[in-house]
């Protein structure tokens, strides 16, 4: 049974950065694309972006292309997110994801985090 934990969150002015980590164990990490997805209060849960196995290729959503980056370390189980020129509309709970396929849906993902509250101050 896969687990992924996240870390990292926390509270950050508007313009800062941050940067999320995602430990992943119980599976072949190099076999999984990783995802994030987050949820605003009161917002539907949506897609951040994911990386595939390898790290070769990213997918991002429109509103943090050129802001987030989506990177992994196989050799550490770990995949990061780091947020920069952040809003105050990123606000909101950041969870990993993972699946050996993955998907932009929420529903095409086998393992989550218990997800990481990252607050942006304006």
């Known amino acids: 049974q896969g687990h992924v934990v996240e870390s990292g969150g926390g509270l950050v002015q508007a313009g800062g950065s941050l940067r999320l980590s995602c430990a992943a164990s119980?599976?072949?990490?190099?076999?999984?694309?990783m995802g994030w997805f987050r949820q605003a209060p009161g917002k539907e849960r949506e897609f951040v972006g994911d990386?595939?196995?390898?790290?070769?290729?990213?997918w991002y959503a429109e509103f943090v292309k050129d802001r987030f980056t989506i990177s992994r370390d196989n050799a550490k189980n770990t995949v990061y997110l780091q947020m920069n020129s952040l809003k105050s509309e990123d606000t909101a709970v950041y969870y990993c994801?993972?699946?050996?396929?993955?998907?932009?849906?929420?529903?095409?993902?086998?393992?989550w985090g218990k997800g990481t509250q990252v607050t942006v101050s304006s």
């Open positions: 994801t993972a699946d050996r396929r993955g998907s932009s849906s929420k529903d095409g993902w086998a393992y």
């Open positions: 119980g599976v072949t990490f190099s076999n999984y694309v």
């Open positions: 990386i595939s196995s390898a790290g070769g290729s990213t």
